[in-house]
C-alpha cells in the first residue's frame, strides 16, 4: 500500500512570497489533516478535510493560508504571503477510521 | 494548561535498556491515545494506539493508559539504536471530527 506523498520535500522562500504544497493521501483515506511542526514541537493541527469538506480550520491563519481538497482527494496548502515564523515543517496525514493517522514525509519550508 | 505534556528529554540510554517514555493530559474526554515515532526529517509513523485505559503489548513495547491519573506511558523492552527518534503521545476524543493532540515529543539516543 503506497502512503502519503507531498512535495516538494524542502522550499527556502523570501518572506513575502508565497508557496504551496501539495499532498496525495493512501487511497481511500477519506479524511486528511494538515499539521505545522515547528522545530523541537509537536505536530499543530491546521486544517482537517472529511473527503472535500472542511471539519476544523480553527487553527489556520486565514489571512495568509489557504487549503483546499478538490475531489475529495487531493489537496494543496498555500502561504501568501510568507512570513519569517511560518518556517517549519508542513506534515499532511490521512486516514480511514478516526483513531490512526498516516503521514507523510512532509515538506520543510524555510523563509528567509 | 496545555492539552497534553510531555518532558522533550533528551533521554539517552545504553543499548538493552527498559526506556519510560510519559505524557500527561488535562482533558478527561480523551479516550484515544496514540504513540508515534519520528526519525530525523521524516513524518511521525504511528506505533501503537490504545483506547480508554488499560494496557497494550505489541513486541518489545507495551502502553499504558491511567484515565484515572490522565497519565500514559510507552516503555520499550531491550532497546536498539534503531529505537533513536523522537517520540511524540497523541489523543483525542471519541467524537468524529475532533482533532489529535500531540504533545512535544521526547527525544531518545540508545547508545550502542
Known amino acids: 500500500e503506497a502512503g502519503v506523498a507531498q512535495s516538494p520535500r524542502y522550499k527556502i522562500i523570501e518572506k513575502r512570497q508565497s508557496v504551496a504544497f501539495w499532498c496525495n493521501p493512501i487511497s481511500g483515506h477519506a479524511t486528511l489533516y494538515w499539521y505545522q511542526q515547528i522545530l523541537g514541537q509537536g505536530p499543530k493541527l491546521l486544517i482537517q478535510?472529511?473527503?472535500?469538506?472542511?471539519?476544523?480550520d480553527s487553527q489556520l491563519p486565514k489571512d495568509r493560508f489557504s487549503a483546499e481538497r478538490l475531489k475529495g482527494v487531493d489537496s494543496t496548502l498555500k502561504i501568501q504571503p510568507a512570513k519569517l515564523e511560518d518556517s517549519a515543517v508542513y506534515l499532511c496525514?490521512?486516514?480511514?477510521?478516526?483513531?490512526?493517522?498516516?503521514f507523510g514525509p512532509g515538506t520543510r519550508l524555510t523563509v528567509t | 494548561q496545555k492539552e497534553v505534556e510531555q518532558d522533550p528529554g533528551p533521554l539517552s540510554v545504553p543499548e538493552g535498556a527498559i526506556v519510560s517514555l510519559n505524557c500527561t493530559y488535562s482533558n478527561s474526554a480523551f479516550q484515544y491515545f496514540m504513540w508515534y515515532r519520528q526519525y530525523s526529517r521524516k513524518g511521525p509513523e504511528l506505533l501503537m494506539y490504545t483506547y480508554s485505559s488499560g494496557n497494550k503489548e505489541d513486541g518489545r513495547f507495551t502502553a499504558q493508559v491511567d484515565k484515572s491519573s490522565k497519565y500514559i506511558s510507552l516503555f520499550i523492552r531491550d532497546s536498539q539504536p534503531s529505537d533513536s527518534a523522537t517520540y511524540l503521545c497523541a489523543m483525542r476524543t471519541a467524537n468524529t471530527g475532533n482533532q489529535f493532540y500531540f504533545g512535544t515529543g521526547t527525544s531518545l539516543t540508545v547508545i550502542p
Open positions: 496525514a490521512s486516514s480511514l477510521v478516526y483513531y490512526e493517522q498516516y
Open positions: 478535510f472529511q473527503n472535500n469538506g472542511v471539519v476544523d
